[in-house]
């Protein structure tokens, strides 16, 4: 009898300890423990492709031309990072590396465009451009003593905004704030609140939510103006870097 008890005793003991230090570890950070999994530096992109595509098409100036012309599958992105420290603060700003990228991106849309809008409109004008035994980028170069590359560069629009403008539209910092799943984030006098969640290497935000975050703030906010307006349609999904 004193060895089955001892043997019970041993096994309330050995259960007692794996709950407290497994099981109860797990409990813990489950329904006690803040979860910060948000934390570190995050990346996300702007499709830029119709943007790049409006201009071009207001460019031909030709409606009835512009409307047919088919532009080629180049992805045009710009990369946003966001960094969330352990001490509240948050950083997003454009990648500028990704905008050189993005600008020849943006370039080799726009000559698929050109070259699919001239080849229409030779087509329109009732010209067998196949008589003349040369493409449409020979006969760019011949009409106009530059390749359409480089007559683009020139002549052409824009295409994307400037570096400069990227800046004013997406850099923000500030400081920021979590309570459950809402995320309260504060800069230059603004905020805004929305719901987050955080999936394998993916930090989504789902959609503006109320706040309720009280006067505890770590920056003062503006009443007259309190909406910090974020440049995405939700969800929006961030990448772990």
Known sequence: MKKKNRFLTFMVIFLL?????GGGLLAYKYYFASDTSYLGSWSRE??????????????????TTAANVEFDDTKVTIKVTLALTSEGKFTEKIDESSFEEAKASASALALSGLISFLDKRLENAGIDKDSADKSIEELIEEALGMSASDYLAEKGPA????????????NIS???????????????????????????DYLIFTSPCEDNFGATLSAPIDNSDTVLKMLYDYPVAYNKQ
Not at 17 to 21: A, M, S
Not at 179 to 192: E, L, P, T
């Open 159 to 170: 295409l994307l905004p400037t570096l400069d403008a990227l800046k004013d539209m997406y």
């Open 17 to 21: 300890l794996v709950i407290l230090t």
């Open 174 to 200: 500030g400081t920021y704030e979590v309570k459950g799943n809402a995320m309260r984030r504060i800069s230059g006098g603004k905020s805004v609140c929305e719901t987050f969640f955080v999936k394998d």
């Open 46 to 63: 702007i499709d830029m492709r119709g943007y790049v595509i409006e201009d071009m098409n207001a460019w031909f100036a030709d409606p």
